[in-house]
């Protein structure tokens, strides 16, 4: 059973930056996806960010494209999601999670999920 554990979140002003974790154990993960999902309050969780665990390939959503980074490191088995110029809208709980299909982006996809880390843009 893959267990996930995100990282990093917090109170941040606008235009700050900050590099979510989160840390893969349990199973064989390294066919994987990991998406990085977010929900803000009255509102859907949405895809955000996802990466091919073996060969690193990346894909964003448009919200947060040209200011983020999705990467991992294989030997610390931690993914990271780095978001650049945070908006008051990033405002949201973010999600990391693990599928076996190739880069899907919708949450019924990913069959494990880590509780999720908070974060807050102030204006």
């Known amino acids: 059973q893959v267990q996930l554990v995100e990282s990093g979140g917090g109170l941040v002003q606008a235009g700050a930056a900050l590099r979510l974790s989160c840390v893969v154990s349990?199973?064989?993960?390294?066919?994987?996806?990991l998406g990085w999902f977010r929900q803000a309050p009255g509102k859907v969780r949405e895809f955000v960010a996802a990466?091919?665990?073996?060969?690193?390939?990346?894909h964003y959503s448009d919200s947060v494209k040209g200011r983020s980074t999705i990467s991992r490191d294989n030997d610390k088995n931690t993914a990271y999601l780095q978001v650049h110029q945070l908006k008051p809208e990033d405002t949201a709980v973010y999600y990391c999670?693990?599928?076996?299909?190739?880069?899907?982006?919708?949450?019924?996809?990913?069959?494990?999920w880590g509780p999720g880390t908070q974060v807050t843009v102030s204006s």
């Open positions: 999670a693990a599928s076996r299909l190739v880069m899907p982006v919708d949450t019924w996809s990913y069959d494990n």
């Open positions: 349990g199973g064989n993960f390294s066919s994987y996806t």
């Open positions: 990466i091919s665990w073996t060969f690193g390939y990346s």
